[in-house]
């Protein structure tokens, strides 16, 4: 089955050379079936990236979704027209009155600034309190799983001595859990970031749980009791070479950048990264629509 997305955004024209099923509105209307409401609040500065990478990944399921992008009316994107914004995305106070089955909350490059001092964190703060009331499901992903978990859960994060910059194996704790269902017993995801949770204060929390995890890269996929809320310390959405246009990127501004782990072939940044992460990425979005969205959410979203 298709996702719904307007018609002229750039995201469709890639996902279609993909094979990747997409719908516009107009033949949407004519599918007798209600489809999932997922709201995407799009924190990161490559919109249209960010769009296109979490679209391919919401795609890949049975189900027809309804997608709604959502930016923050406190922050002004410097690197996303303002035409792509007006005509793509609303603001949160647009849709504060409606209903969602899931929503996705995005990383932001803002790590190293205390969350209370980002100009758009009490907005943020505005919608993570709505959505335990206005939407079934939301999956937090990296900088969003770490204000997610401080927000609800009192979780701090701490600075790194050096960026968690690379793809890093982890283990699944409790194969039994649904989001995980599926997935190796090792797999690999991407990391980019500068901080980390504190473990000590997520071990505290009862409501939570830690499915899987790195050696290396700590804790990954964390679920709350009532699976009601979902945090990705990782970036699972990035695309093949995302990574290498951050190293790329930071080493022409002249920034002392490390060699991303695991992720060019003998460490030599002239050769081709392999996605060693897409399978998992897939199931893991795959297994969050299907059990914690579709099977779960009431159809009608009124008694969310």
């Not at 060699?259 to 002239?270: A, G, L, M, R």
Request: hydrophobic residues 40%.
């Amino acid at each position: 089955m298709p996702i719904k997305i307007p018609s002229a955004l750039p995201a469709r024209e890639t996902l279609e050379q993909e094979n990747i099923f997409v719908m516009d509105e107009l033949r949407a209307i004519h599918q007798d079936i209600r489809p999932l409401r997922i709201a995407v609040l799009n924190l990161m500065p490559t919109k249209i990236t960010t769009e296109t990478q979490l679209i391919r990944l919401l795609s890949n399921t049975p189900l027809q979704i309804e997608l709604t992008l959502l930016s923050t009316a406190s922050h002004t994107p410097k690197h996303t027209s303002a035409e792509h914004m007006s005509t793509f995305y609303k603001s949160w106070e647009n849709v504060r009155d409606e209903r969602f089955d899931g929503l996705v909350i995005t990383g932001a490059p803002v790590e190293n600034i205390e969350f209370e001092d980002v100009d758009y964190w009490d907005e943020l703060c505005s919608v993570m309190e709505w959505s335990k009331t206005n939407v079934f499901s939301t999956l937090h992903i990296c900088w969003a799983a770490q204000a997610g978990l401080y927000h609800h859960y009192g979780v701090h994060k701490q600075p790194l001595n050096a960026k968690q910059f690379g793809v890093f194996l982890h283990h699944v704790n409790d194969p039994r859990h649904p989001l995980v269902r599926g997935f190796d017993e090792e797999f690999y995801a991407p990391h980019s970031r500068h901080t980390e949770i504190c473990r000590a204060e997520l071990e505290a929390q009862p409501q939570l749980s830690i499915l899987a995890e790195s050696p290396v890269a700590g804790p990954y996929l964390i679920a709350e009791e009532n699976s009601r809320m979902f945090f990705i310390t990782g970036h699972s959405e990035y695309d093949w070479d995302t990574l290498s246009k951050e190293y790329f990127r930071d080493l022409n501004k002249g920034l002392d950048i490390a060699i991303p782990v695991n992720y060019f072939p003998d460490d030599d940044p002239e050769r081709r990264p392999l996605n060693l992460w897409r399978g998992h990425a897939h199931l893991l979005f795959s297994n969050w629509l299907n059990y914690f969205v579709y099977q779960a959410t009431p159809y009608d979203l009124s008694m969310i």
